[in-house]
């Protein structure tokens, strides 16, 4: 699979990375985690990104990759939901990185995000310098931010942060046209790059975190073409100009089989690609990205 300098970090990732949230999942066996961790090595994804608020997969990282823990960027995400620390407090942050260290079993996370931190709480500056210490210590080797819109622009333009994190597809744009690419110094993954697959649903999925890209695809009236939809978006995402990475989520090894071949199919033909803006021109010029 192709890899990729990750911005300026110094570190190197996969085209395409593998999502963890699923490994966590309690309806996913110790078994099928194990499979789906192994498989996604073998078959060349070098970048696997967890969180604390991941359910077990932290743990499920440590305990079916740690004897291949040099052969993959690990990244994770932190800074609330720690039990006895105050959310989006320096101690939390800490703490959150000490506890992912124990988790996957490892001497150093690759990158370490704050997940979706309030942009009141990153003018503080203070949860930056936990960060930095940390770096300075060995704990971490690269500080990130996780999120969208107006935070992630400040994360990105305030020269505290090595690496985003941030929503980018076919019907979520904002990011990738205020953010990605302006800082060329910053490793850019790319989360959600198939959009939550809305078009599983023929009726609107109310409630389900699919309906708001459900309502932008009906409102972009888009055709996938020959491609199917799941191609069409992940190639989109994976080759949008300033993306590093693109994240798929998935418990299933063929699913992630699957998303890999697509991908290997490289950047979208120019004139799918011009399809895809004028449509969005058409509609989506202010929309901003889903959080």
Excluded at 79 to 86: A, C, D, F, T
């Amino acid at each position: 699979m192709e890899q990729r300098p990750f911005g300026g970090t110094g570190l190197t990732v996969s085209v395409v990375g593998l999502g963890a949230g699923q490994v966590g999942e309690a309806d996913v066996t110790e078994a099928e985690a194990a499979a789906l961790l192994g498989t996604a090595l073998d078959l060349g994804v070098t970048l696997v990104d967890t969180a604390l608020s991941y359910g077990t997969s932290e743990e499920r990282i440590g305990r079916h990759l740690r004897h291949r823990r040099h052969d993959f960027v690990l990244s994770s995400k932190g800074g609330s939901g720690v039990p006895g620390y105050e959310d989006w407090s320096p101690e939390a942050v800490r703490a959150g990185i000490e506890q992912t260290l124990r988790r996957t079993r490892s001497e150093r996370v690759d990158v370490f995000f704050l997940h979706s931190c309030p942009l009141e709480v990153l003018q503080r500056g203070d949860l930056q310098d936990t960060l930095d210490d940390a770096a300075a210590q060995g704990l971490i080797g690269i500080a990130g931010y996780s999120g969208d819109n107006e935070a992630l622009a400040f994360a990105a333009a305030s020269g505290r942060f090595g690496a985003i994190e941030c929503s980018v597809n076919v019907a979520d744009r904002w990011n990738l046209h205020h953010v990605v690419g302006r800082h060329p110094e910053l490793g850019v993954i790319a989360k959600r790059p198939v959009a939550n697959a809305p078009w599983r649903f023929a009726e609107r999925p109310t409630g389900h975190y699919a309906e708001l890209y459900w309502e932008r695809l009906r409102a972009l009236d888009l055709d996938p073409g020959p491609l199917g939809w799941t191609e069409l978006a992940l190639r989109f995402t994976a080759y949008a100009p300033g993306v590093h990475t693109a994240i798929v989520g998935t418990a299933s090894p063929d699913h992630l089989r699957s998303n890999l071949e697509a991908a290997a199919h490289g950047p979208l033909p120019a004139d799918v690609l011009a399809r895809l803006d004028a449509a969005w021109d058409r509609v989506g010029g202010d929309w901003e990205s889903s959080t």
